[in-house]
C-alpha cells in the first residue's frame, strides 16, 4: 500500500507544485474530504504560460521489483490526469501514466512498465519504467486548457 486515505490520514507530506514555479497562475489544493478521501481540486489557467497543476507525495524508497502495476481507487470529474513516480527524487525527470476519469469510483490501473519517461511535458528518449525503486507519487491535471478539477482519492496501492 502506497497511501490508504482515511479521516486521520497524515497528509501533511504532501505538496502542491503548480505551475506557478514557471510562472503560471493556477491554483490547487490537497485536504482530507469529509469521508477521508484525499481531495485534489483547483483551477487550471493558461495564463502567463501556464497550464498545470500538482500534488506530490515523497516518501522512504521503496522496492518496487515484485509489482507490475499502480492499483488506484479514485473518483473523478470525468478529465484527464496523469500518475507519475520518480525513482530518484534527485532526478528532475518522472515517469507518466495517463488515465481518463468517468465521473464515478472506479478503479484505475497503471502497468509500471508502461510509464514513459518526460520532463516539462516533453517525453524523454529513453527507456519506459524499469526500475527498481520509487521514492516520489504525484498527481498532475494539465489538458491544454482552462479547467476547474476535483479528484478524490481513496487508495493507491501496488500489485
Not at 54 to 77: A, H, M, P, T, W
Not at 90 to 107: A, C, D, L, Q
Request: charged fraction near 25%.
Amino acid at each position: 500500500m502506497l497511501f490508504d486515505f482515511s479521516i486521520n490520514a497524515p497528509i501533511e507530506n504532501w505538496r502542491i507544485v503548480n505551475d506557478g514555479v514557471m510562472g503560471g497562475l493556477s491554483q490547487s489544493s490537497f485536504t482530507l474530504s469529509p469521508k477521508g478521501h484525499g481531495q485534489f481540486s483547483g483551477i487550471v489557467s493558461l495564463e502567463n504560460n501556464g497550464g498545470f497543476a500538482s500534488v506530490r507525495y515523497r516518501f522512504e524508497r521503496i522496492n518496487v521489483g515484485n509489482f507490475e502495476k499502480v492499483v488506484i481507487k479514485l473518483k473523478g470529474d470525468g478529465k484527464a490526469y496523469q500518475f507519475r513516480v520518480k525513482d530518484d527524487t534527485n532526478h528532475r525527470y518522472s515517469y507518466i501514466g495517463p488515465f481518463k476519469t468517468s465521473g464515478e469510483w472506479e478503479t484505475i490501473e497503471i502497468p509500471l512498465k508502461t510509464m514513459y519517461p518526460a520532463f516539462r511535458g516533453r517525453k524523454l528518449d529513453i527507456p519506459d519504467f524499469s526500475e527498481p525503486t520509487i521514492e516520489e507519487i504525484a498527481f498532475l491535471i494539465g489538458n491544454k486548457k482552462n479547467e476547474d478539477f476535483k479528484l478524490l482519492i481513496d487508495k493507491i496501492d501496488l500489485r
